[in-house]
């Protein structure tokens, strides 16, 4: 190991996508625990937006950060490719009329990442704030003020969690 590394203990890297007009992002490195509930309260969460009227553009810098967050993951703390995974918000189309750019941030970003073998999970809006209500990312310590988009990315990292526990 060299200097600034630190030892893979196991958990993951994930990051989280909520997209649309203002996309949520959450980058996470989320220890491996016996609950979610710990996994979540020892994660080193770092939520974001990235908004703007080009959805093209939004779409290429979450694909840069992703691309970035894989290296530091793999680099400074080790963890292997296969633990390192994109979860997305997916679209489910249940009225006419209504904002698409969901589904073009999505579509940028798969497209973008084509060729770069991301390991991407799919999560309805619904399945993530089922699980991962209010109150539990306030029991969490995951909370963010102000902010529903971040929240939700941090939702859809709880979530991810939650079905790589019960995997293992």
């Known amino acids: 190991m060299t200097k600034g590394q630190k030892k893979y203990r196991g ?8 997209p649309g007009g203002t996309t949520g992002v959450c ?4 220890p491996k625990r016996i609950s979610v509930a710990e996994s979540m309260r ?4 770092r939520p974001y937006e990235v908004t703007g009227a080009d959805l093209v553009a939004q779409s290429v810098h979450i ?18 490719g296969s633990h ?36 991407m999970f799919e999560q309805t809006a619904s399945q993530a704030k089922t699980f991962a209500t209010d109150a539990r ?9 102000g902010s529903a988009h971040k929240r939700d990315a941090i939702r859809h990292t709880a979530l991810a969690v939650a079905s ?3 995997k293992t």
């Open 11 to 18: 958990g993951w890297a994930i990051m989280s996508i909520d």
């Open 27 to 30: 980058e996470a490195l989320v």
């Open 42 to 45: 020892d994660a080193k969460l």
């Open 63 to 80: 694909a840069l950060n992703y691309l970035s967050f894989v290296a530091r993951a793999q680099m400074k703390y080790q963890i292997p």
């Open 84 to 119: 390192i995974f994109m979860t997305i918000e997916s679209f489910q189309l249940r009225q006419r009329n209504v904002d698409l750019s969901p589904v073009e941030v999505y579509a940028h970003i798969q497209g973008l990442l084509y060729q770069h073998d991301v390991t």
């Open 137 to 145: 990312l306030r029991a969490w310590g995951c909370y963010v003020r």
């Open 164 to 166: 790589q526990l019960a």
